[in-house]
């Protein structure tokens, strides 16, 4: 049986249980992921996530293959580990000084993206994959509550300054910026550009200062 710590000694939480791929490595371990990572953003963006298999990707990344099972185990967990750090990387939010401001540069960084010759088609990919997928559907869902919390900033700025009610649900604007944006590259599949963006800016700070979401 284990000496329990003295008085007042510092105690560590057990872990939680963690998804494959989640733990932050370093040194070769690191390389190694930074490789089938790269590996499988391409793979998704020029062959969708049907492609994403384990040992294709081990190949192209010049990576063991049992390293790559034993790290991420299945398709679906590699694909989380990509939106990890898509998450962690991305751009941070703008601070313009007014709400319409920010908004704007959130969307335009959508358009931007979801545009982009590789990011555009990979993120179509993980959309369909979080369709038929549990994992890769948690994957996605996570991916954008971090890029949501992110955004929120510029709500509760524009709340502080008066411009919104106070109450107002930071996360709800930020979401409102980007739905239109994703309807239309998904559901309607018409090419979004800078005026898309501007407009969708436009219509969730027009309705946050009307209290929509307050």
Known sequence: MPTPPPPGAPTSPVPAETAPGTVRPGGRTARVREAVLRAAGDTLAAEG????????????????KTTVYRRWG???????????????????????????????????????????????????SLIAASLCDAQAADALHRFYAVRIAEWAGCVTDAVARGEVPAGTDAGAVVAAVSAPLYYAMVNVGRPLDQGDADRAAQGAAAAARAGVWA
């Open 49 to 64: 996530y049907a492609a994403l298999d384990l040992a294709e990707i081990a190949r192209r990344a010049d990576v063991g």
């Open 74 to 124: 299945t398709p679906a967990a590699l694909a989380a580990d990509l939106l990890v750090e898509m998450a962690e990387t991305s751009v941070p939010r703008a601070d313009t000084g007014t709400l319409d401001g920010d908004l704007r540069a959130n969307a335009r960084l959508v358009v931007k993206t979801l545009t982009d010759p590789r990011q555009g088609p990979l993120f179509r």
